[in-house]
């Protein structure tokens, strides 16, 4: 029918959980070796609700700060 590719597909762009999932369901044997070579970095502190499930995030503060003298502040 000669279409043009943008006209026959849709090319936007995927979540990295989508193609995780796609991944994960065709090619199983390509996942597992590519899985390896992802990285995740811990999540980053939020403010939640107090009815959260999540345990509460506990920073020592005073270990944070070094003390002033009367004449530093001047």
């Known amino acids: 029918m000669r279409y043009k590719n943008d006209e026959m597909y849709d090319f936007?762009?995927?979540s990295p959980t989508?193609?995780?999932?796609?991944m994960a369901a065709n090619a199983p044997r390509k996942w597992t070796k590519?899985?390896?070579c992802i990285t995740q970095t811990g999540g980053k502190p939020s403010v939640a609700h107090a009815s959260d499930?999540?345990?509460?995030?506990?920073?020592?503060v005073v270990d944070s700060f070094e003390d002033l003298d009367a004449n530093?502040?001047?």
């Open 12 to 14: 936007n762009l995927i």
């Open 18 to 22: 989508r193609a995780e999932k796609l």
């Open 34 to 36: 590519m899985r390896k």
């Open 53 to 60: 499930k999540r345990p509460a995030l506990s920073i020592a």
């Open 72 to 74: 530093d502040l001047i």
